[in-house]
């Protein structure tokens, strides 16, 4: 398993807003310096639910990743790729599809509200039942550690942790992996008798002190290869190979990033600023956003918690700048309007840096072909690899 490796992916559906900036891609950002991180544009998922109207599809996926790269996902660091053009994806999403109850999949609890909360569309298809066990081997596909995800998905990271523990524990054991287990002790050497001895302890008294021993004793040996030292860390604990690792999820700080109307920021509610509006549309954006309602005349007083721009403030300014709206809002010293005029300031000097960056794809959009050109060939690298186990423990001939 790779620890330290992340993957995370988004689904092309539309253009991406500063809430897709401050609740995740941020994030990611800050990520690709001390890990190794995969960001993949979820396409196959984005059909799941827009099969009916695939253009968004294909629009989007330029726009999404030009944002990311705006965002300062940097493609020297990281793998930015496609889902759909690595296949392994959707070999390992079949693969692991024989051996997932339809219960499991059933009981994801964002399977029943994602059909009640889209009844508009048609969504009792095998794909959309299939969405969460796809993200499972979008994960396990590249064995990795960590996957950076918002609290909602949370109930997909344990399906795939799930899917991964049966499927290792169906594929795990070679026929004959115990006489392949103990030829690999007998190379460990001198210490290969007492490995075997706290293996024993371990397994017979439960003595937590001896795992950690044996454990010990793999990790100082230097005679084992890669496929030995693994099945020993199995059979350590009568457990197979581990072919699919188990990840975590890596849950974002919890961002609620408030939208024009103090809900959270949604393309589904309309109130988003998108990540390289126009400063003039931002400012007008903001400029209409509604206050607190006590305020008709510039004359009444206000209460900043009952207002949407407050939430705004709460984000972008500093203590100074809270303090003055504070102030000024609750006597009514200040206007509404003026109250307005560092927030817009600071939404646009966050995005000056975007724009900056984004300009040079925008105007040469080759330039994001071959980003994902060359993520896609690296990503698919990885993808083959753990395939070519996959497909050996299942039989598949090697
Ligand atoms: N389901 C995720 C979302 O809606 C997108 C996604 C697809 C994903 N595959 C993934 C996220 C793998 C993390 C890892 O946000
Ligand atoms: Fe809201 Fe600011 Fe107006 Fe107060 S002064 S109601 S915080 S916009």
């Given at each position: 398993m790779h620890a330290e490796r992340i993957l995370s992916g988004m689904r092309p559906t539309g253009s991406l807003h500063l809430g897709h900036y401050h609740g995740v891609i941020k994030n990611w950002v800050a990520l690709q310096h001390s890990h190794e991180c995969f960001f993949m544009v979820a396409d196959w998922h984005a059909l799941t639910t827009n099969f009916d109207d695939v253009s968004v599809i294909g629009r989007s996926i330029n726009e999404m990743v030009i944002d990311w790269l705006a965002s300062g996902v940097d493609p020297e660091k990281s793998t930015i790729f496609v889902q759909s053009r690595v296949p392994q994806h959707a070999e390992l999403h079949l693969a692991l599809s024989m051996v997932t109850p339809l219960s499991w999949l059933e009981r994801v609890p964002t399977y029943k509200d994602q059909l009640e909360k889209l009844s508009h569309k048609d969504l009792t298809t095998y794909g959309f039942l299939g969405y969460p066990l796809l993200q499972a081997a979008d994960i396990l596909v590249y064995k990795a550690g960590l996957v950076p995800v918002g609290e909602d998905q949370v109930p997909h990271i344990e399906l795939t942790r799930e899917v991964a523990r049966r499927f290792n524990h169906m594929f795990g054991r070679e026929p004959n992996f115990d006489e392949l287990a103990r030829a690999a002790v007998k190379k460990i050497g001198k210490a290969g008798r007492q490995f075997e001895a706290l293996r024993t302890a371990y397994l017979q008294g439960g003595d937590a002190e001896a795992l950690q021993e044996a454990r010990a004793i793999l990790a100082a040996s230097?005679?084992?290869?890669a496929a030995d030292r693994e099945r020993l860390t199995g059979w350590l604990e009568n457990k197979g190979k581990t072919i699919l690792p188990e990840c975590e999820a890596k849950l974002t700080a919890a961002s609620k990033m408030p939208g024009l109307d103090g809900q959270k920021m949604s393309k589904s509610y309309g109130n988003t600023i998108t990540m390289r509006e126009a400063p003039e549309a931002v400012s007008k954006k903001i400029r209409a956003m509604p206050t607190d309602p006590a305020r008709v005349r510039r004359t009444d007083p206000g209460t900043p918690e009952k207002c949407p721009v407050w939430q705004l403030h709460e984000v972008y300014s500093d203590g100074d700048t809270k303090a003055w709206v504070q102030a000024g809002c609750t006597s009514a010293g200040i206007g509404c309007l003026d109250c307005k005029q560092p927030v817009i300031d600071a939404v646009v000097r966050e995005q000056q840096p975007m724009f900056e960056r984004a300009e040079r794809y925008v105007s040469n959009p080759k330039l994001v072909a071959e980003i994902l050109a060359e993520g896609n060939a690296r990503a698919e690298k990885v993808a083959r690899e753990t395939m070519r186990d996959v497909r050996a423990a299942m039989g598949l001939g090697a």
């Open positions: 230097q005679n084992l290869g």
